[in-house]
């Protein structure tokens, strides 16, 4: 059974950091891509970052490119998401994607079979 915990989420001002963490059991993780996700209320679920299984090749959203690096720890079975000058409209839910590939069509979350159940990240102004 695959499992996926994400921590590392809480509150920060405007301007702050945040390092997400994504632990991953029960599947070869080296084999995978994996992805950062997140969801904000009454809002849809927006790909924020993507990563190929050797951690050369890197995928962000345009609202986080320059501000957020994704990377990865194979040996460790270990996702970061590490988050610079964050914005208000950073706040979310931040969910871990695992066992899937940053094929075109990552950004909608149907190349992952198996997610975390997420951390909330909130940016006061």
């Known amino acids: 059974q695959v499992q996926v915990v994400e921590s590392g989420g809480g509150l920060v001002q405007t301007g702050g950091s945040l390092r997400l963490s994504c632990t991953v059991s029960?599947?070869?993780?080296?084999?995978?891509?994996m992805g950062w996700f997140r969801q904000a209320p009454g809002k849809e679920r927006e790909g924020v970052s993507c990563i190929h299984w050797r951690g050369s090749i890197t995928y962000y959203a345009d609202s986080v490119k320059g501000r957020f690096t994704i990377s990865r720890d194979n040996a460790k079975s270990t996702l970061y998401l590490q988050m610079n000058s964050l914005k208000p409209e950073d706040t979310a839910m931040y969910y871990c994607?695992?066992?899937?590939?940053?094929?075109?069509?990552?950004?909608?979350?149907?190349?992952?079979?198996?997610w975390g159940q997420g951390t909330q990240v909130t940016v006061s102004s």
């Open positions: 994607a695992a066992g899937g590939d940053c094929s075109a069509s990552w950004r909608g979350g149907r190349t992952f079979s198996s």
């Open positions: 029960g599947l070869n993780f080296d084999d995978y891509a």
